[in-house]
Structure formats: C-alpha cells, structure tokens
C-alpha cells in the first residue's frame, strides 16, 4: 500500500479510474440516491482495488460482460476522515478493466443537502445540491477521491418529472425513461422497476473534460434560468424575483471570460453557466465546471457579487484546468485563483477596487496568523494535513498568502514577463495534476536565477508572513484604514467621508476597527449607518461580530435572525466563534447552543460538522 494522498484509500500502485458511467436514480422521499456505475481503469488489473466510500451502501460489484459477482469487502470501521475503504477484488488473469458497482447513498450523505419543499423558496417542491470539495464526493459514490484522479463522466439522472436537473457536464437531452437503459437494470431496492414510472423523467449529462473527483455536481430541483451572454445562463429556482436579480447582478459575466481569456488563454469548458442556490449553500461559490454554484448573498443589487463570479471563472484556469495534486497543495488552487481573480477585477472594475480586495484580503491573513498560532503547520502555503480533515483547516491562508507569493514574483520580474510565464504554467500544466515542487522547478527553469532573488523555500515552508509580503498602498484604502483609526480615538467617520462607500470599503473599515469596543459606540455607529440592517451580509456580519464581541446585546436578535437565514460558513463561523469563545459569556454560550439546535437542519452537513468543531473547541 503506497497512498497518493493522505485524504484518501488510492494507492498509487493502482491505475486509475479515466471514466464513470452513473444510472442514478433520486428518491426525494427518502434522501436516497440509488447507483449503478460502470468504472473504466487506464489499464487492466488483477487482485484487490481500493475505492473511497462514506456512509454508501455498496449492493453489488459485478464483471461488465458476465454480469458475475466479483468480490468485495469494507473495512470493519470508519477512518473518522477517510470513511470506509472499498476493496474490490478484479480476477486474477488481467481481464479487466472496467467493473460495475451498485449502491446507496444515505441521508447523512456528507456531499448532499436535501431541503424539503419548505426550505425552498418557492415552498412547492424539494431540492438537492451537492458539495464535494474537498473529500466528499465519496459520499455519493465510490470512488479514488483524490485530486491526482481525473475522470470523464455521463451520467443518467432520474427524477421526478416536476423537477429539472443540471450538472458540472453538458446537458446531453431531458426525455422520458426508457426501459433498461445504461445500467437502470441493477439498480438495487427495487429501484430498476420504478425507472419507467410514468411520474418519471431522464436529465442526461455528459463530461468528455477530465476533472478531480472533488468538482462531480448535480443539483436538481424546480429550476429556471434567464440568458445573460452567449454562454452564459444563469438558473435558479424558478421564482421570478430571485431569477430576475440574478440576472441583473451577472448581467458582466461575458465581459469577465473574455477579460481572463486575454489574461491566461482559451476558455476550455465551452460553456459558462452560474446556478444560484438556496441560502444554506455553505460557501460563497464553488467553481464546478461549467456550472458555478453560488450563494444567493452574492446579489446585493449593485453588481458587487460579480467578484465571486470573477473568483469561481478564474478557477477555470487554475484550480480546474490545473489542479493540486492533494489538499496539501490547496494554494497552487487558491493563491493562483485569487491572483487571477485580482487581475480580472482590476480589467472590470477598476485598479482602486483590485488593491481595495488586496487590503481586505491582508486583514484576513493577517488574522489568519492569529487563529493558527499554536498550529503554525496551517500557515504555510505547502502543508502537512496526515490525519487532519481539510474542512477543519480550511482558511485564507492559501488564498491570500498564495496571492501574495505570486504577487511578489511579479514584483520581481516585472508584469509583462509574469503574464508570459502564467500562460505558459497554463499551457503547460492544463489538465493535469501537480504538486509545489513541479511549480517551483517550472519556476527556476523559466525565470532563472528567481531562487537567487525569493526565498522560495521560506514562502512555501516556513510558517507566518513573510518579510517581503507587502501591505497594498492606494489613497482608498490608507484613508480607510486612518478613518479605522480614527474611530479608536472616539471620531465616527462624517457623511461626506463615507457617502460613495460601497460594501467592500465598509468591510475594510469594519475589520480595521478593535474586535471589541465600548457599547455606546457600537450603538452610535448604528444609530448613525444602520449596518445592523445592511443588505450586505459581508457588513451586517463584521458589524454583528463587532457587536457580539462588545456584548452589546442589542443586536442579539439580529445575530439570531441572521444565523438562521444562511448557512454560508463564512458567516456561521465568525458569528458563533464570537459567541461561545472566551470566558464569562454565559447568556452568549446559551444563546449559541439554541440557535444552532433550531438552525441545524436547515445548515448543509458541511457547516453542521464546522460549528460542533467550534463548540468542541470552546463550550
Ligand atoms: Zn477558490
């Protein structure tokens, strides 16, 4: 056994999977996906395969031509961060190289969230979405859940005929079923008979582009979409007023692919198309291919959520054309994006705006620092994650010091001479999975001497910022950042100062002020900007945070009422923290406790696991 990736049972002596042929059959009454799926192998193999799997249900494994049980077995007990290995025994003369297996998935599939009908907004029918970054796709089939694996995929998605579905694949046809097609036979359960019912309807997907395991999605429910560029839609539920504000704030998104095809090259997925979510999503995007999940707090009416937007297209250059090789990698994902992310908004929306993102993003580093001060492992961009669980780790600090490693190249050898090198790592790398060293040596032999200039080893293994990372300078965002200062002396920023201030300035002043303030000027700052009522949830959060860690109870009822209305972890995590961190907090630890027991059903699996972390760790 020589394991690829510490996430996951691939042993790398195995050849691995190229394609997946799924029948999957979705049974909203029991939140319960039943599979069959034919996996191809780049190679035949004899003897026992290891396979990913969490809370499945595996039926059958069976030889493709015979239809002949092949045997398996599961490891008696669950890794708490792996799950179960599937072993699959293949016969011992060569013979194959594909196999098919059937299975389950359950309702605590960590991948998927299943929302009744009265968790939607329509209140009419049920929903269900997944999430499988970074080690979830498991969840909802077995698998080599591990990014160094990329797969091709089709798929035959059947669903109650009220309902449409859409993938991270090209929509091949949605039709009626047909009796016994692709391996609808063996379904488990009783399953195969249910397939032609005539409540019934087939979404066919296919996915011909090689992608990690970690980028498969579906979500299927009662969609609608709206064009908003030659490809580009944008679905949603279909409500005409979530449909209608969706479309207005990504009315740019043509305009951003074509900026970031001058930047790093050919868009290579065809099509562009943005799905957003109910309000539980618990991330701000995720940068499926071809179809970006989104939160629904990206549409704050003013075109600012088209930086998310930017964030998940410029993944589709780096993070999905190029991709790290295990989560200990995660930063040639993150860093890589947020830089090209950066250099889009800086084409759309102006330089002030970009160095503006740069500042909000050093705060977060910097208190990144802060959190992993006594786990310094998690403030290098290249770590050591045996034994821990990505979700647990998951940070900024790939995102903005990775941004700031590259950032300091470009300094170095001069932007023109940067965009020829990005393009040339794209060109080179595409479709393929890499590690930090295959960067770093891409690196000196195309810029030579650049290990002479960059501490290279200390930015990609040492711990903490490094000396040469460099705090952005614009007249923005230092007259934000004086005005923070300002307050801490007692003077509230003046209506002339602030009135053209977008979201983002009052995020950046927001984190500039001390964590915790008197009381009284928590309340005159509201009395005054209203931020408590902000459309802006990157504002109403910081500004609640703020609050909760002043113990102005004023504002309780909104850090309730706000709890329970997104699921997205950027906000859970920040708002419980300052409620059941530090000590004599009583009132703020009950309140925490109630809240989460009435909002947990209505929080994705993901974000459940993340806030009982943060209650293990502080109640
Ligand atoms: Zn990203």
Redesign the pocket.
Known sequence: MAPLDPHSFTDSTHPLTTHVSLSLYFDFSSATIHGAALFTLSSPYSGQLSLDTRSLSIHQVLSPSTLSPLPFSLSPSPDPIKGILLSVSLPNDNSLSSFIITFSTSPCSSALQWLSPRQTFNKKHPFVFTQCQSIHARSILPCQDTPASRICYSALLNVPRELSAVMSARHVDRRLPVSGEGFSSLLPNGFNSLWCSDTRVVEEFDMSQPIPPYLFAFAVGELGFREVGPRTRVYSEAAEGVLEAAAKEFAGTEEMIRQGEKLFGDYEWERFDLLVLPPSFPYGGM?NPRMVFLTPTVIKGDASGAQVVA?ELA?SWT?NLITNKNNDHFWL??GF?TYAERRIVEVVQGEDRAVLNIGIGWRGLNEEMERFKDNLEFTKLKTNQEGVDPDAVYSQVPYEKGFQFLWRIERQIGRPAFDEFLKKYIATFKFKSIDTETFLDFLKANVPGIEKEIDLVLWTEGTGIPPDAYEPVSNLYSKIVSLANEFKLGRMPREDEVADWQGQEWELYLENLPKSVEASQVLALDARYRLSESKDYEVKVSFLQMAILSKCRDFYGEVEKTLKEVGRMKYLRPLYTALVQGVGKEEEKILAKRVFSEARDCYHPIAQGVVESIFSKHL
């Open positions: 940068e964030h993944h993070g994902n993150e994006t």
